[in-house]
Structure formats: structure tokens, C-alpha cells
């Protein structure tokens, strides 16, 4: 049966890609992932709450010695003209010398992941690398290499599989778009 439009808050979302579309190409990561780390035990961050379900398809295709674990990046108003600080929380793992992979949902104007990047270079991984599912190349304001890319997408507001609209729509298998 075709997947009809879907409402969250005051919007509404129509069918974009297929839970199976999805799957392809999570399956596509995990292969490039297994060949190019294996041997190297990776430890993977999934970045909390949008990576949660492409984390765990990803995960059962991973067919090489490996770790997961979650954390969150908080953003609170900081004062005076620093304006927006965003924090890291969660990280229990020793990541010094490890072969670190940060699992993201999407890659918008990159500010998070550029702020992730600098926090877990500090802790000297032996490498740092990040997968996400989707990237919006249009929208990125920083000179990130993300090496590992599900698919990259115009610059449309998506929901489902994960990501959300104002906490609405993570729980849908497929990605709708705003219209
Ligand atoms: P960035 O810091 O601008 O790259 O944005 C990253 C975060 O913004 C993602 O982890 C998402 O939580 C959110 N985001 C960006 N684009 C979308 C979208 O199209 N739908 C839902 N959330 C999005
Ligand atoms: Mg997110």
C-alpha cells in the first residue's frame, strides 16, 4: 500500500524515501565499514536522539569486533556575546587511542559535528571518522571531511526514521519531507 502524507505539529510531510531505500544504503555503509575497520575494533558514538534507529540497522550489519556506545549534545544559552554553547554529555569510554566512527542522523550546517570533532580530537583517538545517514551539502558552513555519507539530500526538512519535528515523527520506518 503507497504511504500516504503524514501531520506533525502544524505541518504536514509527504512520502520522500522508503524504508527499503534507507536500508540499501545503511547496507552499503556497513560493507565499506566492515573492510575498512576491520582489524581495528571500532568504537562507535551514536549521537542521541536522531541516530537512534539508523544506529541500530547499521549495528546488525556490522559484522566486525566492535563497540557502541551514546551520548547527547546539549545546547543551552551561554552569557554575554558567546551566545549558543553546545556541550558533549555521556561519554563514559577512554576514546585515546581508539578507532572512533560518530554515527549522526544528518549533516546540516555541519555546527555539531564541527563542535563534536574538536571535542573528541582532543582526547587523541588513533582515528576519527563519521557516518551519517543523510547530508544536506547546500546547507554546510564548515570545511568538514565526513567520509561516510547514507545519502545526500536537498535542502528539505525530513522526519521519520529518527529525526524529528519538534520531538514528532521519529517513529516512522520511512523519511517524509516537509511540502
Ligand atoms: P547541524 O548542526 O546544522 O549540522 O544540524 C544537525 C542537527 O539538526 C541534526 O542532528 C538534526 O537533529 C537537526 N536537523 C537538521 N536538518 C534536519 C532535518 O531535515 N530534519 C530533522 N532534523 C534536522
Ligand atoms: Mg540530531
Do not use: W
Amino acid at each position: 500500500m503507497p504511504l500516504s502524507t503524514i501531520s506533525l505539529h502544524d505541518k504536514e510531510f509527504s512520502p520522500y524515501l522508503s524504508a527499503n531505500e534507507l536500508s540499501t544504503a545503511i547496507r552499503l555503509l556497513a560493507q565499506r565499514l566492515n573492510e575498512e575497520y576491520a582489524n581495528r575494533q571500532p568504537l562507535f558514538v551514536a549521537v542521541l536522539n536522531g541516530s537512534f534507529m539508523f544506529a541500530a540497522d547499521l549495528l546488525k550489519e556490522i559484522t566486525i569486533p566492535c563497540e557502541i556506545t551514546f551520548i547527547r549534545v546539549a545546547s543551552y544559552e551561554g552569557t554575554g556575546s558567546t551566545g549558543h554553547i553546545q556541550q558533549v554529555l555521556g561519554l563514559r569510554e577512554e576514546v585515546k587511542e581508539r578507532h572512533v566512527v560518530l554515527l549522526e542522523d544528518i549533516v546540516d550546517t555541519g555546527n555539531t559535528m564541527q563542535l563534536l570533532l574538536e571535542q573528541f580530537n582532543k582526547q587523541e583517538p588513533a582515528s576519527l571518522e563519521v557516518a551519517t545517514l543523510f547530508m544536506k551539502p547546500e546547507c554546510l558552513l564548515h570545511d568538514l571531511h565526513i567520509r561516510y555519507v547514507g545519502l545526500s539530500i536537498p535542502n528539505d526538512f525530513i522526519v521519520g526514521y529518527g529525526l524529528d519535528y519538534d520531538g514528532l515523527g521519529r517513529n516512522y520506518p520511512d523519511v517524509y519531507k516537509a511540502v
